[in-house]
């Protein structure tokens, strides 16, 4: 019988650069800017109303994820993780 390699464990994950963050924050300004500019939410509810497809798509797709965001208590306001521990405890 052959001996069998160990399997290798897939590389970890990069944490996020700082810049990474300040990147996605500057996205979400001007994702809102330009939401106001088109016309804020009434233009969002006229495009709802304009079409069956446009109605789908807002509640499959856009509204789902506002629900998920306020029932997480939003992104701003989830404590950041500062420590994280492991115990052994032996018995």
């Known amino acids: ?3 069998t390699r160990p399997k290798r464990r897939a590389p970890a994950r ?3 650069k700082p810049e ?3 990147r996605a924050t500057a996205a979400r300004d001007a994702i809102a800017l330009a939401f106001d500019e088109i016309g804020g939410v009434s ?3 006229e495009w709802v109303k304009a079409s069956e497809e446009n109605k789908k798509a807002f509640y ?3 509204y789902p994820k506002l629900i998920a965001l ?3 208590g939003g992104e701003a306001e989830q404590p950041a993780i500062t420590e994280i521990r ?3 405890v032996y018995p």
């Open 14 to 16: 990069a944490a996020a």
């Open 70 to 72: 306020q029932a997480a």
């Open 86 to 88: 492991r115990t052994i």
């Open 1 to 3: 019988m052959a001996a």
């Open 60 to 62: 499959t797709n856009l």
């Open 43 to 45: 233009a969002l509810a």
């Open 20 to 22: 990474t963050a300040a």
